[in-house]
């Protein structure tokens, strides 16, 4: 007798659908969740303060930073059969390399001070975040962080674009203050485009989507959690 006979437990069977279904499925939670996200309930009612926003932009920051050195990371360790996935990569954190300087520039905007921006410290969420990514991008090819990718791309293609806008319409913003969640709006629709091409390109093995979906799910937790815990260090 087997330890699953005898407890009764049978590991669930892979998932088989066609892996951009999988993924909708996940954005779909990840939307979900982020509608329990009090900051943005604040936004979406109205009430958001430019305290929050100060706040919000404070804790982001911290984590931007790190988008383009987990990108590189990862791109560093595919191999020769992953030559193009490299490629890609290395194209993407060259982009990403500046974009903690737009959100600076928007704290500053707002009022903010550069060495208070330069001291803050990742929130626990970010926290996770950050360490959870740099340990999937230093795995050998490490195909899972497409997953990662295509909740991040995602929150700047659909949701950065109505946060900037809605932030501008409730506090009375300038275009130079919101700047930052605006051009991920347009940057990062040309990156999902790019992004589904690879993800049904005949690249993605069965054991690849897999590792993308299971990243994906971490990811869209993790994030919320970060947006959640503002200043909670």
């Not at 984590?63 to 990569?89: C, E, T």
């Not at 806008?165 to 605006?182: K, P, S, T, W, Y």
Request: with cysteine.
């Amino acid at each position: 007798m087997t330890a699953n006979s005898m407890t009764g437990y049978a590991p669930p069977a892979r998932d088989e659908r066609p892996l951009l279904e999988r993924l909708a499925e996940v954005w779909e939670d990840f939307e979900q969740r982020l509608e329990q996200v009090p900051i943005l309930q604040a936004l979406a009612a109205g009430t958001v303060t430019l305290a929050d926003y100060h706040r919000l932009l404070h804790n982001l920051r911290q984590q931007v930073v790190d988008g383009s050195p987990w990108i590189a990371r990862a791109a560093s360790n595919f191999g020769m059969d992953y030559f193009d996935l490299r490629s890609a990569a290395i194209s993407h954190a060259l982009e990403e390399h500046r974009d903690h300087l737009l959100l600076q520039s928007d704290y500053l905007a707002i009022g903010g001070t550069l060495p208070e921006l330069q001291a803050g410290r990742k929130n626990v969420g970010s926290q996770a975040l950050s360490g959870y990514m740099f340990h999937v991008a230093s795995q050998p090819d490490p195909v899972g962080c497409l997953g990662a990718m295509f909740i991040i791309e995602g929150l700047g293609a659909q949701k950065a674009g109505e946060w900037g806008r809605r932030f501008a319409e409730v506090l009375g913003l300038a275009d130079n203050q919101v700047h930052f969640m605006i051009y991920h709006a347009d940057a990062d629709v040309e990156h999902t485009g790019t992004m589904d091409a690879i993800l049904t390109s005949d690249r993605i093995n069965a054991d690849a989507a897999d590792a993308i979906v299971s990243c994906a799910k971490v990811v869209a937790r993790l994030y919320v959690m970060q947006l959640t815990e503002l200043d909670e260090i």
